[in-house]
């Protein structure tokens, strides 16, 4: 049984995820945050790290980039959900496949482990994260031969709808494919609930 919780900003959305899941009370999480790292976000791990805690989770950080494989393994093996932030999609599939986690992250989640997703974490869940360039600098990921992604759902997330900052490309990601994918368009006050092979929009 698959559960996932795909949003745009986690901290945006704390109150909601709580009552989705109250499970995590107590839980411990892998947190990567390697989309972020190509766009340089500073303080992003420190504010990611403390809106975790305050849904009463024990963070483990995994800089899939830089860890090792057997860091890699026992992270996400071992940790009760995993979480994958915000950032450049392009890089962060990128530096999954490299390191091999992509593999062990499809079959823990496969295996009913919760999966959280913000932005690029989100987008990185979908069949293929093309559509997504209007969002993202392909450039950041110059070693990526093709876009398919974890497939872990079967829709296309666009989050940042509304977005001060990145809402204009969201929309131009909208426009441009909703006549060929299945586009499950979100504000950062949504959450998609992935259940039992249900897919629920909530706010």
Do not use: W
């Amino acid at each position: 049984m698959k559960k996932l919780i795909l949003v745009s900003m986690l901290y945006q959305v704390t109150d909601l995820v709580r009552t989705i899941a109250p499970e995590l009370e107590g839980k411990t999480v892998t947190y990567i945050p390697t989309a972020g790292i190509a766009e340089e976000v500073e303080g992003m791990v420190e504010e990611e790290t403390s809106t975790l805690e305050s849904l009463g989770m024990t963070v483990d950080v995994l800089e899939v980039s830089t860890a090792s494989q057997e860091e890699i393994v026992d992270s996400l093996k071992r940790n009760d959900v995993i979480f994958v932030g915000g950032g450049n999609t392009f890089f962060l599939l990128q530096e999954l496949r490299r390191s091999g986690a992509d593999q062990i992250l499809i079959r823990e989640v496969e295996n009913g482990k919760l999966y959280i997703g913000e932005s690029a974490g989100s987008i990185i869940s979908c069949p293929d994260i093309g559509y997504c360039a209007e969002m993202d600098s392909l450039e950041k990921a110059p070693d990526l031969t093709d876009y398919a992604g974890l497939n872990l759902v079967d829709f296309y997330i666009v989050p940042h709808i509304g977005n001060e900052e990145m809402g204009e490309a969201a929309e131009k990601a909208v426009e441009k494919y909703s006549s060929e994918l299945e586009l499950k368009a979100i504000t950062d006050e949504q959450v998609i609930l992935v259940e039992d092979g249900r897919v629920e929009i909530l706010e």
